[in-house]
């Protein structure tokens, strides 16, 4: 049957109702295929189905069914509904009765997914004594749901391979040959009874955030070789790759020659080292850097070799090869290289698109995906606007604001709520700080226009792996590691230890710990170590409050999420302080006292996006930290002076903790704050002592204000019981 009488066929009659497939019929049928991944469509009776056609997304694994892991009895039954759920849909009155989070249609990996775990039902089947699915009744279901019970701890997990069942039901029934299998008993009653304990929720929200000790330096190092390595490496590369595409494309000439040995003479008659480079490890001469600087061709460096043993002599006295670019790129001051090298050029260059990942996966809020599918011209320099938009916001706070447009995949559904292969532009971009928009700049430099910024083949410098796509997220964790130990080493040549990046105690960096980072940093050190690099005030603007409260998919649930922890902590630890007897003092510090009351509530909270927004709006509840300036706010947002200046259309739901104004009639100060003053004070006027005068007076006018507001908490403390009397 040709594609044409597919379509026919299924759009008449039923069109849920899909028609017999043939041998030669393709898995995945043309309106359903990815355009630029066609070639990659197997037909039905083929023993692998690529499932690369379903998907446009870059960083993702082009994942295939092999049907050899599926036992014989069952290959044709599942082969056949397996082709109708990657060609079909689930009827809207099956999806109406069971949660609006079902879908019609899935993903290239949820389908993967979902067919694994119908050959582990049919592998459990066929070891007890059934061997087709109309023997596979609603009785053996049951037990199948309490092997799964018994076999399985996590909850979300035995939840899907669950629903991979109801699925396998519901799409036999729509196949041209059902097999029969029965109605799975938790469809009907509920999967309660099938399901162990809840847990935590995992994914992003539950991933622990980077420590402040490593990501502050990691995004150092990443900025640095962004602003201030990149020209000299971009260069280096672009040099390394002429001289290349020389030794490649070179003939034998008397004048190379007499260059080569008059190159070579001088060292090897003094004994000195020799340019040499690395193969597999092993020590070996550096015949392509010759060729390329000498114009001598390989015949001739390999003649040369046999009668002068270069390559015994570079392995024993290996040495640079040095590259005809300056060097202008500075680590602590210094020089960061005296000579660019050849054999380090594709070495610098990969750690330079590392260094680009970190900055726009850490300083965007976007997820890896994201990331990975930019492409070039996704940040174009912004276009002034002026006046107001017709929804009455005011269009002055965009001007110069860079915009990334990028598409989504992992949450791509169309109007109907179904996967959308293809991936969609997310309706709001992403902002850019000059942070991103400049690494962006350096990646667009590193790949041909039009690709994706993260091209695998472009990045990929060592080997040539055939297909399309974007670097893998599995790849980039390698990356970041060895990103890590070059940065280490560097900061020891340097003789900048302090620089050094340490491990987290969490474990490997990753890639998926990026975004829960940015959340914490941002929602609990608004002027912390990380600021080093960033100013955080001006990054939670960005991220947050200039889209993502419009933007499907942004970062600001995640921030939500963070700051409710934190602010679960902040009134935590006040409920502990003022029952240990603790005083606390402020404009706002009878109200922090009744808030503080709030603790139990909060500890008995499980943070959701929704709770998370529903406590953020109670203003009475929330208590934050800002350590930095050795206060608590206890917000309301008519007094908060952070927000004086504010646009008048945009509403603040959270203070601006990196600039906390003195007076303002939310300030809480505790004892340990007032403690934590003095300490401070103490410090600057040390530090007044070996400090020039005029910058010394500013210490001690500072350390004496600091004091100042230590001795009013002292004399204006209010307790736990001064309220309760």
Wanted: glycine content about 8%; proline content about 6%; some cysteine.
């Amino acid at each position: 049957m040709t594609a044409p009488e597919i379509n026919a066929d299924i759009n008449s009659g039923d069109r849920y109702l899909l028609p017999l497939p043939e041998p030669g019929t393709p898995v995945v049928l043309p309106q359903f295929v990815v355009a630029m991944h066609t070639h990659l469509n197997a037909c039905y009776a083929d023993a692998a189905w690529p499932l690369g056609p379903l998907t446009a997304n870059p960083s993702t694994y082009r994942r295939v069914i092999y049907w050899r892991n599926c036992p014989a009895v069952f290959a044709d039954e599942l082969r056949l509904a397996a082709w109708t759920m990657i060609n079909g849909h689930l009827r809207p009155t099956f999806l109406q009765t069971r949660g609006a989070r079902l879908r019609s249609r899935l993903s290239a990996a949820q389908i993967h997914e979902t067919i694994s775990a119908w050959i582990r039902l049919a592998i459990w089947l066929q070891a007890r004594g059934i061997r087709r699915l109309a023997d596979c009744t609603t009785g053996v279901l049951h037990s199948y749901g309490q092997h799964l019970l018994s076999y399985h701890t996590n909850r979300s997990h035995t939840h899907k391979m669950l629903g991979a069942v109801t699925r396998l039901w519901a799409f036999d029934q729509l196949s041209a040959r059902p097999a029969g299998i029965g109605r799975a008993p938790w469809d009907e009653r509920g999967a309660d009874d099938y399901l162990p304990a809840a847990t935590t929720t995992g994914g992003e929200n539950e991933t622990e955030p980077l420590a402040e000790q490593t990501m502050g330096p990691l995004l150092v190092w990443a900025m640095r070789m962004i602003d201030d390595l990149a020209e000299d490496i971009l260069a280096g590369w672009a040099e390394t790759q002429r001289l290349t595409q020389a030794a490649r494309t070179t003939t034998g000439t008397p004048h190379g020659k007499a260059t080569l040995e008059a190159f070579l003479a001088p060292l090897l008659a003094a004994g000195s080292p020799l340019p040499a480079g690395r193969t597999q490890g092993e020590v070996c001469l550096a015949a392509t850097y010759l060729s390329g600087i000498t114009g001598a061709s390989r015949s001739q460096i390999d003649k040369l070799n046999q009668r002068e043993g270069l390559a015994e002599a570079a392995a024993q006295r290996p040495g640079p090869c040095p590259l005809n670019v300056p060097v202008a790129g500075r680590i602590a001051g210094e020089p960061w290289r005296q000579a660019l090298d050849f054999a380090e050029a594709p070495v610098l260059m990969r750690h330079l698109g590392t260094a680009a990942f970190i900055v726009c996966a850490y300083l965007t809020g976007m997820r890896t995906g994201e990331v990975l599918g930019m492409r070039t011209g996704c940040c174009p320099d912004p276009k002034p606007t002026t006046g107001e938009h017709a929804d009455g916001n005011n269009a002055d706070a965009n001007t110069g604001r860079h915009l990334i447009r990028t598409h989504e995949y992992k949450n791509a559904v169309d109007a109907d709520g179904n996967h959308q292969s293809s991936g969609v532009e997310r309706d709001v971009p992403w902002v850019a700080i000059t942070p991103v928009v400049n690494a962006i700049r350096v990646l667009e430099r590193m790949v041909p226009d039009g690709s994706l910024l993260f091209d695998g083949r472009a990045h990929d410098l060592r080997y040539h792996r055939p297909g399309t796509g974007s670097l893998k997220p599995a790849a980039i964790r390698h990356r970041i590691e060895d990103f890590v130990a070059w940065a280490n080493t560097e900061a020891l040549t340097h003789h900048i230890p302090g620089e050094a990046i340490p491990a987290d105690p969490h474990g490997p960096i990753g890639t998926a710990r990026f975004r829960r980072s940015l959340a914490w940093h941002i929602a609990r050190r608004p002027n912390g170590l990380v600021a080093l690099a960033i100013q955080y005030g001006h990054l939670r603007t960005s991220v947050s409050g200039a889209y993502a409260s419009r933007g499907r998919g942004g970062i600001h649930e995640l921030l939500d999420m963070e700051t409710v922890r934190a602010v679960a902590d902040s009134v935590a630890d006040l409920h502990d302080t003022l029952e240990n007897g603790g005083g606390v003092s402020g404009p706002a510090a009878r109200r922090a006292i009744r808030a503080a009351a709030t603790a139990p509530r909060f500890a008995g909270t499980v943070i959701t996006v929704r709770t998370a927004r529903r406590l953020l709006a109670n203003e009475d509840a929330m208590i934050y930290d800002n350590p930095q300036a050795f206060l608590l706010c206890q917000y309301k947002r008519e007094q908060a002076l952070c927000h004086r200046d504010s646009v008048k259309h945009t509403v603040k739901d959270t203070p601006g903790l990196d600039h906390c104004v003195p007076g303002c009639g939310n300030i809480v100060r505790t004892d340990q704050h007032a403690a934590l003053l003095r300490d401070r004070a103490a410090f600057l006027d040390t530090r007044a002592r070996h400090t020039p005068h005029p910058v010394a007076e500013r210490l001690r006018t500072t350390a004496g204000r600091l004091r100042a507001y230590a001795d009013t908490h002292d004399q204006t403390r209010t307790t736990l019981e001064d309220t309760t009397g």
